[in-house]
């Protein structure tokens, strides 16, 4: 990939003071961007622009700004923005570091590129994905200052892949802030109570948890130009995952290291850490910001790095090529290669990025258990369990299927789907006889097998319409907790099904 | 127009709003559709207040759209029927719990409205879970808000009553009625309505939230003289 495709009409806007020297920057811009508007405007970061005739004079769909600082405010800018057409949040502003020289124009026309291919991404916010906010700390005259008035997204449910109606929680399980509560059958957003940290939308199993400017393909984007080798200084390159609410630079850090803003460090899975190492990162840092992550998510945050190091330590890799951000000296050269492949970021990318990781290593043999593993491996108890497949309705994430061939009913399992959400082992009827048991791991050599069938029942058609009653196993059980003694009843439960029994009830009551 | 917007002005914009909003969903007879002219060329006057907030591209689409469409009455006539006789803009279709077009719902939504003094009328046979009946009583709210503002009290029992009737009743169902417009009559004019409205509501949802939530931690001013 040489530059990326620009989808939309984008425009680059630089202030004018942007260190260390926005025209240079310009110049490389429009060599690298050749499709996009590149302009220097003069007091852009002092809100001084009247963006909305910019806009209308050249009219664009995506927005990038390049700031010498933080805009003092951004609501300002939102309303601009919607004022003239353009959606406020599919507009990306970078706060650019002063770096000296063509090493700094390199790296900032890198990061406002990387800025633009994010912006290609966005694909528009749902009503409910906003969230109007007041600055902290004003008074309460100026609560009522509509120039104030902030938006920022928050996640919201897709209903058409939502699997809800399975009895699927994982995002009200996995919210710290209890953010998440059901109403009408689904997840609905508290967003009083949303923190956004991220969490839900890195654990939903089919990516139904979408917040419009953090989504995975977004991120993605973002890092696959940043890592690109035809862009840039062509030494190598560290990725830090940032905060989105740190804003300051890293003091001492080498320049090789870019940035990319995540909602919390906390949420970071370990595909997200260990993916950029496929795509030509030679090590990767997570930077908190300076409040730190609340709840549990820092001690999160630093067992998914120990496992992440478990991982490298399998494949013969420094384990320091991924931890979080203290000595940044220059980042080692790529150990492991650039692979071309998208999709690594999102929930089924996730078995994928430990496959690429094992054959680009050779490494295809090792199996790592931990509490902190994404992915899970399930077992089943022939003894106990009775193939109800009450599993496999409820597995959110379709690892557990059940499949159905002429007098067998199959449970299949898929290694690479299994998130260890454990939803299974809550809905077994069997559960307390150990049924079935989930182990938290990365199974390499089980990936590679794929799909596997955990047991085949055979299943008892009824004698009257032919269709299946249940599994044997099923009427087993029932026998043997009803203790029937009578062997004529215990047949008749086995020879015909619930529909056909009521029938003959209602032909017998009918006399 | 100044941008600093006093709590009486907020609660009068989003009167107008929900007004407007309820005479888009009843049939456009001429008359009517003078009235709402008039009132998009009000509106279009507090762009510098609208423009502030997230709903006002969905609004401004929907006003465009809807002057475009007025200058042919029957084409609007003939959307409204499309679209409405196959999608009644009705919260029991949703929402009652017993699948009846005249159930529990439409029950508990009259006596909501008879707690506040209203009582059905005669000259508009609209059965109270219309949307343009439920976003009437929202205006009738935001009015009464209003006009508490300016007498510079605070009335928590009303912000609470907003909050309540946007999350138990109209919110609940506009995104729903609004996602099946989406997927049955995409280029049905009333489609950027339903849009517009979606996000006027779930915006105002969140709004009376925020200012409940200032209300209740005392952050709010006590009188118009010291708001804005």
């Known amino acids: 990939m040489a530059t990326p495709r620009l989808t939309f009409r984008t425009a680059i806007l630089i202030c004018e003071d942007l260190p260390p020297d926005a025209r240079a920057i310009r110049e490389r811009l429009t060599s690298l961007l050749p499709e996009a508007i590149v302009r220097i405007l003069p007091g852009l970061c002092r809100g001084e622009i009247r963006l909305t005739d910019w806009v209308q004079a050249h009219p664009v769909e995506r927005l990038v700004l390049g700031l010498c600082r933080p805009l003092t405010n951004p609501a300002a800018l939102q309303a601009e923005a919607r004022k003239a057409g353009l959606d406020p949040f599919g507009v990306e502003i970078r706060v650019l570091g002063a770096a000296q020289g063509p090493e700094g124009v390199e790296r900032a026309a890198l990061q406002l590129t990387a800025a633009a291919a994010r912006a290609q991404k966005y694909s528009g916010a749902r009503p409910e994905q906003a969230r109007p906010r007041f600055p902290q700390g004003l008074d309460r005259r100026a609560l009522l200052h509509l120039s104030w008035l902030f938006y920022e997204t928050v996640p919201g449910v897709d209903p058409e892949r939502c699997a809800a109606e399975q009895g699927c929680q994982i995002c009200r399980q996995v919210c710290p802030y209890g953010a998440w509560r059901w109403m009408d059958g689904g997840p609905e957003l508290d967003k009083g109570a949303c923190r956004t940290c991220g969490l839900c939308l890195v654990s939903c199993p089919r990516g139904a948890i979408e917040n419009p400017t953090w989504t995975p393909e977004q991120i993605e984007a973002e890092i696959l130009t940043l890592l690109d080798p035809y862009l840039g200084d062509p030494g190598p390159r560290g990725l830090i995952f940032e905060c989105r ?21 906390g949420m970071l899975p370990p595909s ?29 945050l630093r067992g998914v790095i120990a496992f992440c190091q478990e991982v490298l330590a399998q494949l013969d890799l420094e384990q320091d090529r991924v931890d979080l951000a203290g000595d940044l000296r220059p980042p080692p050269p790529s150990g492991i290669g650039r692979l071309e492949e998208e999709g690594l970021f999102t929930p089924q990318g996730v078995a994928r990025v430990f496959q690429r990781l094992g054959e680009v290593r050779q490494r295809v043999a090792w199996r790592l258990t931990s509490p902190f593993a994404p992915l899970g491996r399930i077992e089943l108890d022939p003894q106990a369990c009775t193939g109800c497949a009450r599993c496999a309705q409820a597995c959110p994430a379709g690892a557990l299927i059940r499949e159905e061939e002429a007098d067998l009913i199959r449970l299949v399992f898929d290694p690479a789907r299994c998130v260890a959400c454990a939803q299974c082992l809550t809905v077994c009827p069997e559960q307390a006889n150990g049924a079935i048991q989930m182990a938290r791991e990365v199974d390499l050599p089980g990936l590679r097998r794929g799909q596997v069938v955990l047991r085949e029942f055979p299943v008892a058609r009824c004698l009257a319409c032919g269709r299946p009653i249940a599994t044997r196993s099923v009427l087993d059980r029932i ?4 203790g029937i003694e009578d ?25 | 127009m100044e941008e600093a917007i006093q709590l009486f002005e907020a609660a009068q914009l989003r009167h107008a709003l929900y007004r407007f909003f309820a005479a888009s969903f009843l049939y456009p007879q001429r008359d009517r559709l003078e009235h709402l002219e008039e009132a998009v060329e009000v509106l279009e006057a507090c762009t510098p207040w609208l423009c502030r907030f997230a709903f006002y591209e969905p609004w401004r689409r929907w006003a465009e759209r ?8 029957w084409g609007l ?50 059965p109270p879970d219309h949307l ?24 928590l029992h009303l912000l609470s009553l907003e909050r309540s009737f946007l ?28 849009e517009a409205v979606e996000a006027f509501v779930v915006h105002d949802a969140d709004w009376v939230a925020e200012i409940l939530r200032h209300a209740t931690d005392g952050g709010l001013p006590d009188g118009p003289a010291r708001s804005g």
């Open chain 2, 167 to 194: 999350s138990r009743h109209l919110r609940r169902w506009l995104a729903r009625f609004a996602r099946d417009v989406r997927r049955q009559a995409p280029d049905n004019p009333y489609r950027d309505a339903v």
């Open chain 1, 245 to 265: 609410r740190e804003e300051g630079e890293i003091p001492d850090a080498h320049p090789a290291w870019l940035k990319v803003k995540v909602p919390y460090g």
């Open chain 2, 132 to 155: 343009a009946v439920e976003l009437e009583f929202m205006a009738f709210l935001c009015q009464r808000e209003a006009s508490i503002w300016q007498e510079g009290s605070l009335d």
């Open chain 1, 487 to 511: 062997a004529a009843l215990a047949r008749y439960l086995r020879q015909y099904c619930a529909d056909c029994r009521h029938a003959f009830a209602g032909f017998l009551k009918g006399g």
């Open chain 1, 272 to 300: 997200w850490l260990l993916a950029p190492l496929l795509l030509g990162a030679g090590a990767v840092r997570v930077r908190l910001c300076s409040e730190g992550c609340p709840h549990h998510l820092e001690e999160r």
């Open chain 1, 479 to 482: 026998e043997a907790l009803l």
């Open chain 2, 77 to 126: 006539e003939l959307a409204y029927m499309d679209l409405f006789g196959l999608l009644p803009p009705q919260a029991s279709v949703y929402l009652d719990p017993d699948g009846l077009m005249r159930g529990r719902l439409i029950s508990e939504l009259e006596a909501l409205y008879r707690g506040m003094g209203l009582a059905p009328s005669g000259a508009y046979p609209v």
């Open chain 2, 66 to 73: 809807f002057l475009e469409q007025a200058e042919q009455p």
